[in-house]
């Protein structure tokens, strides 16, 4: 309720029927149409030179060939050097979403307050609850599935199936490293 409130305040200090920030972006492209070089067709073309680029504008059409106007909806600096030429007002071009009015309809539109919750009048109506919570999908799966015929052996790893092992130190098999009476020999010689 108070943002509406102070909206309408605030579109009552402006000083045009612009709104600012439009106005400070017309005021910029005024600035920067001073160095635009003017040629008119004597109806509503006309080709404006900026440095190295040149830019057409139709009037009639509110188009620039730089599609800022287009885009923005205020006057580019080539719109309003051909404007200048032909010696308009470029504040009637600016749209009309940029208007005091349109701000003013925008929040003409009042909240009503309401009492606290605890003050609410009683119903017999059913309470309405929040819906289920759907089980959400889980990840997804690192590998595809096999089919029946398929092998279930890993890729990239070869199995030790089959393969007999034999210790590194005495060169027996059936055993590791780890548990060969050699290399518990020689640790405990070591202490």
Not at 33 to 45: D, E, F, P, T
Request: charged share 30%; proline share 7%; net charge positive.
């Amino acid at each position: 309720m108070t943002k509406t409130v102070d909206m309408i305040k605030f579109a009552n200090t402006w000083i045009s029927d612009i709104a600012p920030m439009a106005r400070l972006i017309l005021e910029e492209n005024k600035d920067k149409s001073r160095i635009c070089k003017v040629l008119w067709n004597a109806n509503v073309g006309f080709e404006i030179g900026e440095g190295e680029y040149k830019h057409t504008v139709n009037l009639a059409d509110r188009v620039c060939s730089c599609r800022t106007w287009q885009l923005r909806g205020i006057s580019c600096q080539h719109a309003i050097a051909a404007l200048c030429h032909i010696e308009q007002e470029h504040e009637p071009l600016v749209e009309h979403w940029y208007k005091k009015d349109t701000f003013l309809k925008a929040y003409s539109h009042f909240i009503q307050p309401i009492p606290n919750m605890k003050i609410w009048p009683k119903t017999n109506n059913p309470r309405i609850e929040p819906p289920e919570p759907k089980p959400m999908p889980d990840r997804p799966a690192r590998s595809r599935r096999k089919g029946k015929d398929e092998p279930r052996k890993k890729y990239g790893k070869m199995s030790k199936q089959g393969v007999k092992q034999t210790c590194s130190m005495c060169k027996q098999q059936s055993y590791n490293k780890k548990y060969c009476k050699v290399v518990g020999q020689s640790s405990e010689e070591s202490f």
